[in-house]
């Protein structure tokens, strides 16, 4: 028996209207509501704080909803819309989705999914690419998303392997590995937290990038200058040094739990003394032994569908693991399949 798909949009209505769930696009006015909901929420990070996601404002469409239950903020969804009118969370941000209350509950959640793909279904918006936060940035599990991902038929079109070390169940850093990080050390390696990013962008990333895959990095320095000011107990730079000559560099994005290395890159003389393993050894041992996870990022390349091996080998020696980051294709007419 076929059913109306009218009927079916009218009876996602009436659930919305009787689960009191309402959303919103976010507008500039909604800024410290925004940012207060992000401080106590169970799956965030500080990159979607509007002074992080503003940067690039004349670049994407902002497009991120607010989704209330009466005056209450149930969910945030950071999202931009594209030229062919898909809405991408985020397309400008390593991470997305669903950023949802400290104490929400399943049948919440789906109602806080319900409400969002009703509202953009109803404005001709066709799909929403999801990109999902890596489980390990959570402070309290989010999996009822999956559930609701599960329920709509969303399409997994990409998933990379990121690697972290969990603190709580620590593996060894392997035996190659000790011995290049001996090595760093008896070069006379030096490992500082510098001031300014000028020197690791200048000197290090943006001429490594250029040469192994003729791209600039994502962020200039003048972005990541600017990020670093507004954001300074979330974004920092330590470099390796022979001597007065930088080698050897990490940019880091902090949260709460995790410590996240954001930019990675050595210089060839770096390399012939091991700078980089021996810079990581120093952040691991010394900088962050509180973090619940240090995550080294991705090592997937062609959107996911292609492992860069050596990097892998680089990050496992180091005692991390993987975790997937996956991304979602989702048709907004599926949300019927959610009533």
């Known amino acids: 028996m076929e059913v109306d798909e009218s009927l079916s949009v009218c009876s996602a209505v009436a659930k919305e209207v009787e689960s009191g769930f309402r959303v919103c696009r976010y507008d500039p006015s909604l800024r410290s509501e925004w940012d207060r909901f992000l ?5 965030t990070t500080f990159m979607f704080r509007r002074d992080y996601m503003d940067y690039h404002a004349e670049r994407f469409e902002d497009h991120s909803l607010i989704i209330w239950r009466g005056t209450q903020v149930m969910g945030l969804l950071p999202a931009n819309l594209r030229a062919d009118g898909v809405l991408v969370s985020h397309q400008g941000l390593t991470y997305g989705g669903f950023v949802l209350r400290r104490e929400i509950t399943l049948g919440s959640v789906l109602d806080v999914v319900r409400a969002s793909l009703h509202f953009l279904h109803q404005r001709a918006v066709p799909r929403l690419i999801y990109k999902r936060l890596p489980r390990f940035y959570n402070t309290l599990p989010d999996d009822d998303v999956d559930y609701a991902l599960f329920l709509m038929d969303s399409k997994l079109i990409r998933r990379d392997c990121s690697l972290a070390i969990c603190r709580s169940d620590r593996l060894p850093v392997s035996r190659g590995k000790k011995s290049k990080i001996n090595k760093g050390k008896r070069a006379g390696v030096i490992v500082k937290r510098d001031d300014g990013f000028q020197p690791f962008w200048t000197k290090v990333l943006t001429p490594r990038l250029l040469q192994r895959f003729g791209v600039a990095p994502v962020h200039t320095i003048e972005e990541i200058t600017g990020l670093a000011d507004r954001l300074p107990e979330h974004i920092k730079q330590y470099s390796a040094y022979l001597g007065d000559e930088i080698v050897a560099g990490v940019t880091v994005y902090e949260t709460p739990t995790v410590a996240h290395m ?26 962050y032994p509180a973090k619940v996870y240090f995550d080294f990022g991705i090592c997937n390349e062609r959107d996911g569908r292609e492992l860069n091996r050596g990097l892998l080998q680089f990050k496992e020696g180091f005692g991390a693991r993987t975790f997937s980051h996956d991304f979602y294709e989702i048709e907004t007419a599926n949300v019927t399949r959610l009533i």
């Open 39 to 43: 401080s106590t929420a169970k799956n």
């Open 262 to 287: 954001q930019y990675i890159a050595v210089t060839d003389k770096g390399e012939e003394v091991c700078a980089l393993e021996y810079l990581f050894h120093c952040l691991i041992e010394e900088v």
